[in-house]
């Protein structure tokens, strides 16, 4: 029963997804034609053909459906739907492009189709003045289309997840799934679904990871039985899915366990025993004939993530030197004048995967000291080895270029070359990093991206001889949530808190 609902549904959503469309690509016809063209024809056949509803509306339908826009999303986020929404409907409206530009569609030309071709190429094509640009109308009216499609059916989407949303928070199109284990995972995954009213599931009952029942309530719900009772429970009581939420010590029981599920109609889901602590990374889930594969962690950065990370590391560094060449002579030039010494400093730093390279920054010392001199006596001594506010070695030109982060320029040069990012965690010195990594869980995955000129931790304030816990913390949440658009807002943020900081020395 439920299933045929999930169908219903489906199919209704669908129709609405249809009508969107269809109401997009007139929309954009009707620009073309009464802003444009400023002529709307009478006849049906024309309102039929030239909108190109019945070519993009089948095509778009079919892009969401490949791209499992229409599968359940009761347990996912909103921008993940979004995200799969946007990828399929663009897909498909290229594909749909592609197909009308094949085909040769009478409907893209300005005027009717049953004019002959010598009157059709007598007829000049009607243009649109867009910003000095001059663009045909049937490209424009397609573009126009595309844009509205995409824009559309994202707010129809995201207003149907709130509105369903809503409706399950108030106990309304629910799912009533059972949890196999009463332990900490199972109580912890009883506990998260419980907070995401939203998503529509409710735990009705809980069955024992062991074979008989040791308890008979678990988080204020019932426990039924053990895994010796399942099947009978199972016959008795009606549910929807079912979650397995076995520890460790009990994962020789699921191969026979799933087993014995065969023989019911339920959704089945596997949490697997791994504590939060060890995931700093999201995991993925993918298959290779026929073999499931748990990605429990990789760099963020692999395919066209990392090209797209890439490119913008090169035009910004570019453009970075070409805006801040004046000041970086200015400012070589104080340096020269500081004192005796190279006006760049270079220091081995760590980056991606572990690999050393040398990192470029103005001299703010009186003497550029050999790195492993200074640094390792204070690494051996316990103490932290990083400069301190009232270093003595630092000069009057120096500290102003701390304070102001102008020592770091050079380092777009860095960028440049491929050995740092423009966004990232900052690099530390080797033998800092074998010290930390023993002492700090978690440090090394900052190795999964490159290092960078700002990061998430330095416009949040954590700069100098600040907190290292937090700082790791606000590094692993950069590679977790890593995306083009978080570091565009990071850039951004640079602007204005990345300079000039209090701990900045």
């Not at 025993?273 to 993925?284: C, G, K």
């Amino acid at each position: 029963m439920l299933r045929q609902r999930h169908q219903v549904f489906i199919a209704l959503f669908g129709v609405m997804d249809a009508v969107v469309v269809a109401i997009a690509c007139l929309g954009a016809w009707l620009f073309r034609r009464n802003v444009i063209e400023q002529s709307v024809p009478n006849d049906l056949t024309t309102w039929i053909r030239e909108p190109l509803v019945p070519v993009i509306v089948p095509i778009v339908f079919g892009g969401l459906w490949i791209f499992g826009v229409y599968r359940p999303w009761r347990n996912q986020s909103l921008w993940t739907e979004q995200k799969q929404l946007i990828k399929a409907t663009t897909f498909s409206l290229g594909f749909a492009i592609v197909f009308l530009w094949t085909v040769g569609a009478n409907a893209l030309s300005n005027g009717s189709a049953t004019l002959p071709v010598a009157a059709e190429a007598s007829t000049a094509p009607v243009t649109y003045e867009i910003a000095g640009l001059s663009l045909d109308a049937s490209r424009l009216q397609i573009g126009l289309a595309a844009i509205l499609t995409i824009t559309m059916l994202s707010g129809f989407h995201l207003a149907a997840r709130f509105a369903l949303r809503s409706l399950r928070s108030r106990g309304r199109n629910q799912r009533h799934i059972a949890i196999i284990g009463v332990g900490r995972l199972g109580q912890i995954a009883c506990r998260t679904l419980t907070r995401n009213a939203w998503t529509g599931l409710k735990v009705s009952f809980f069955l024992s990871h062991e074979s008989k029942n040791v308890r008979d309530t678990c988080l204020n719900r019932p426990v039924l039985g053990g895994l010796d009772d399942l099947e009978k429970v199972l016959e008795e009581k009606k549910i929807d899915g079912l979650y397995l939420a076995l520890p460790n010590a009990e994962a020789a029981r699921l191969p026979e366990l799933l087993k014995r599920l065969e023989r019911f109609a339920l959704d089945v889901r596997i949490i697997p025993d791994v504590p939060l602590r060890y995931m700093p990374q999201r995991m993925a889930v993918s298959e290779l004939e026929g073999m499931p594969v748990l990605s429990y962690r990789e760099c963020p950065l692999y395919g066209l993530g990392g090209v797209s990370k890439r490119l913008v590391d090169i035009l910004g560094s570019a453009a970075g030197l070409v805006l801040f060449s004046p000041l970086m002579l200015v400012v070589a030039i104080l340096v020269r004048m500081s004192g005796p010494g190279p006006v760049i400093f270079k220091q081995r730093r760590v980056s991606l995967g572990g690999e050393t390279f040398k990192i470029y920054k103005f001299r703010t010392m009186y003497h550029a000291q050999d790195e492993a001199g200074h640094d390792l006596k204070a690494i051996e001594d316990g103490r932290e080895a990083w400069t301190s506010r009232d270093d003595p070695r630092i000069t009057p030109v120096g500290r102003w270029m701390r304070r102001t982060s102008l020592d770091e320029l050079p380092q777009l040069l860095n960028v440049l070359k491929g050995q740092m990012s423009l966004v990232g965690p900052r690099p530390e010195r080797p033998e800092l990093i074998e010290r930390f990594k023993e002492d700090w869980r978690g440090y090394m995955l900052r190795q999964h991206v490159k290092a960078g000129i700002t990061g998430w931790a330095q416009v949040n304030g954590l700069r100098g001889e600040s907190d290292l816990r937090k700082r790791i913390q606000l590094d692993l949440f950069y590679i977790r949530h890593w995306s083009i658009g978080f570091d565009i807002k990071i850039l951004w943020l640079t602007m204005f808190r990345g300079f000039v900081h209090r701990n900045a020395h």
